[in-house]
T-cell receptor, first 114, second 114 residues
Framework: ETGVTQSPTHLIKTRGQQVTLRCSSQ?????VSWYQQALGQGPQFIFQ???????GRGNFPPRFSGLQFPNYSSELNVNALELDDSALYLC?????????????FGPGTRLTVL | AQSVTQLGSHVSVSEGALVLLRCNYS??????LFWYVQYPNQGLQLLLK??????LVKGINGFEAEFKKSETSFHLTKPSAHMSDAAEYFC????????????FGTGTSLTVIP
């Protein structure tokens, strides 16, 4: 069974640029959630995708957007990057078979905005 | 609204001593509670979860947690700390009112002293 994978592992961008982060969900999972983890903080929910539709969103501006593909992989896009966007971005997959489903996390993408 | 509070951002224990990491939750409905561990430069790994079955939950690596509704707590314990337990620990809550969104605490950094 393949776990959750994310690419790239590290990324450096400058203010105003755009970035795309990618996530492949665990086999058998149809739901992907994205989190932002700032240094020294817990993960903060950005949004969730279920069967290619957004299924909940946290308190993040519209310049954070996403996609989910038919194979349940997902992308997180961030436009007009700001310095405060520097963080570890985590992707988690689950099966949404029940409300208590465990979310399985990938290793994350470390984004640095200069 | 649901949230968790982790008391103590840093905990130090001697090798072989009891580990106690505190988590209190706030929820208007019965919650689902999780403990995750994060090693440096890695994603989050599930230690254990509570989903309204047994109140004492056993997880991996010798960890366990007890759900106490009267105290709104879900503290994580391990009888004997090992050097390999040094990591960041996160408590998280989800439930019927959150969809599949997890709300994480700010984390507790565990140091194990030889």
């Amino acid at each position: 069974e393949t776990g959750v994978t994310q690419s790239p592992t590290h990324l450096i961008k400058t203010r105003g640029q755009q970035v795309t982060l990618r996530c492949s969900s665990q086999s058998g999972h149809n739901t992907v959630s994205w989190y932002q983890q700032a240094l020294g903080q817990g993960p903060q929910f950005i949004f969730q995708y279920y069967r290619e539709e957004e299924n909940g969103r946290g308190n993040f501006p519209p310049r954070f957007s996403g996609l989910q593909f038919p194979n349940y992989s997902s992308e997180l896009n961030v436009n007009a990057l700001e310095l405060d966007d520097s963080a570890l971005y985590l992707c988690a997959s689950s099966s949404l078979a029940g409300l208590s489903d465990t979310q399985y996390f990938g290793p994350g993408t470390r984004l640095t905005v200069l | 609204a649901q949230s968790v509070t982790q008391l103590g951002s840093h905990v130090s224990v001697s090798e072989g001593a009891l580990v106690l990491l505190r988590c209190n939750y706030s929820s208007s409905v019965p919650p689902y509670l999780f403990w995750y561990v994060q090693y440096p430069n890695q994603g989050l790994q599930l230690l254990l979860k509570y989903t309204s079955a047994a109140t004492l939950v056993k997880g991996i690596n010798g960890f366990e947690a007890e759900f106490k509704k009267s105290e709104t707590s879900f503290h994580l314990t391990k009888p004997s700390a090992h050097m390999s337990d040094a990591a960041e620990y996160f408590c998280a809550v989800s439930g019927p009112n959150t969809g599949n969104q997890f709300y994480f605490g700010t984390g507790t950094s565990l140091t194990v002293i030889p």
